[in-house]
């Protein structure tokens, strides 16, 4: 991923800006992630797809995490310009009710924030095994699909934190 294929932003209003630029795939979820999970409240999410070209699973869980987090708050989720493409691997793994699909002028979207770069194996197993749990409490009928991949993600997890002596 070149960091400039992913920027995160906060306005002041609390709302989190990103724009995903590109294949979106477990390097993108890294920091969304780290954003699902931020402590404190969650003003909700507005994600500019207008320039992302796929998706994989793990990103798509991790979109899911977010939505649910914004659904408990009572905040907005939004996706904005997702191609048909996106919409359809998000319905097709049962979760595309989550979000609101909105189109916008890709030349209003924030474009400012960080990025992330460098990111170590430990976090990165934890963030595809946590992607893929939520796509499963999503809709159950992925449980078959990804039970390995969360098999194989957790089995990574154990092992790193035994490498790193947690």
Do not use: W
């Not at 659904?71 to 998000?90: G, Y």
């Not at 924030?110 to 990165?124: E, F, H, N, P, R």
């Amino acid at each position: 991923m070149n960091s400039l294929d992913l920027s995160i932003s906060t306005g002041a209003d609390g709302m989190n800006y990103v724009v995903v630029k590109g294949r979106a795939n477990f390097e993108y979820a890294v920091p969304l992630r780290e954003l699902a999970k931020r402590d404190g409240d969650f003003s909700g999410c507005r994600i500019d797809l207008s320039r992302c070209e796929a998706m994989d699973s793990t990103f798509m869980g991790v979109l899911t995490m977010m939505a649910m987090r914004a659904k408990r708050a009572n905040v907005p989720m939004e996706l904005q310009n997702a191609s048909d493409f996106l919409k359809k691997l998000l319905t097709d793994l049962g979760v595309a009710m989550l979000f609101t699909f909105t189109k916008v002028d890709p030349r209003e979207t924030a474009l400012g924030g960080s990025s992330c770069t460098g990111i170590d194996a430990l976090t990165t197993a934890k963030t595809i095994a946590e992607a893929h749990k939520s796509l499963v409490e999503a809709d159950d009928a992925n449980a078959g699909r990804f039970a390995d991949v969360i098999k194989f993600a957790e089995n990574d997890v154990n092992r790193l934190e035994k490498k790193e002596g947690k």
